[in-house]
């Protein structure tokens, strides 16, 4: 029998804010969309008790679970659901402590309870992803989005070129990059191709310094992949 302790992701990130900064972006969901929740329908209840609800439209999946402990400034804990087979049921438990670090954060996540080394290796990947995107956000005003369609890298970035490109383009690669101005920012966008005959867009917007732009450039971008993907079809 493994021991089921074993299964456990535990990863850890050095963010260059305040403690109390960090704690309101997690208490706002951020570190769900940065783990590819979509804003627009994230359903937050941030007390002990509360219950939460995002969506993956990307996947195609929900999650949902509960908030076991808040401390302000210092922990969260909240049940997950590892599998997404209906009906959803929160079996694991993700922890995450900050400790400040002058002007600084030490961020630790831990989460465990998984029952299989292939379930708990899914979710490191996406833990460490997502906790990397929230960092640069909150440090750098950096969004970063990757979204998988099934269509040719040849299609998918015809359409893009249409449908996001906006201002000067700095750099054009057919099918493999866009870099473009938006007023005082930049987007790159970054093409690849997928095993299954899919693609895939990594898009990369720059210099969003302020909370608003962060918002309402993401809920824009979500709107038109989740739209493009009614198009172009989502990878399986």
Request: with cysteine; proline share 3%.
């Amino acid at each position: 029998m493994h021991d089921q302790n074993s299964h456990e992701v535990r990863t850890e990130k050095l963010i260059k804010k305040p403690v109390g900064e960090v704690f309101r972006a997690l208490s706002e969901g951020l570190l769900f969309m940065n783990c590819g929740a979509d804003s627009e329908s994230i359903k937050l209840d941030f007390r002990v008790g509360g219950k939460y609800r995002i969506d993956f439209k990307q996947y195609e999946i929900s999650n949902l679970g509960e908030f076991l402990e808040i401390v302000p400034d210092k922990k969260i804990v909240f049940s997950w659901c590892s599998s997404f087979d209906q009906p959803l049921t929160p079996d694991t438990k993700v922890t995450i402590d900050l400790f400040p670090d002058g002007n600084k954060t030490r961020l630790l996540l831990v989460h465990t309870g998984f029952k299989s080394e292939s379930v708990r290796a899914s979710h490191q990947g996406g833990w460490e992803s997502g906790l990397t995107d929230f960092t640069n956000e909150l440090q750098e005003g950096k969004l970063r989005m990757v979204r998988v369609f099934g269509a040719p890298v040849t299609k998918l970035y015809e359409t893009c070129k249409d449908r996001m490109v906006k201002g000067e383009i700095l750099e054009n690669v057919p099918n493999k990059k866009i870099v473009f101005n938006w007023d005082s920012t930049q987007v790159t966008l970054c093409f690849d191709e997928e095993d299954d005959g899919g693609s895939s867009v990594e898009l990369i917007h720059d210099h969003l310094n302020t909370k608003t732009l962060l918002k309402s450039h993401r809920a824009g971008w979500q709107k038109i992949t989740e739209a493009m993907a009614e198009t172009l079809g989502r990878s399986s």
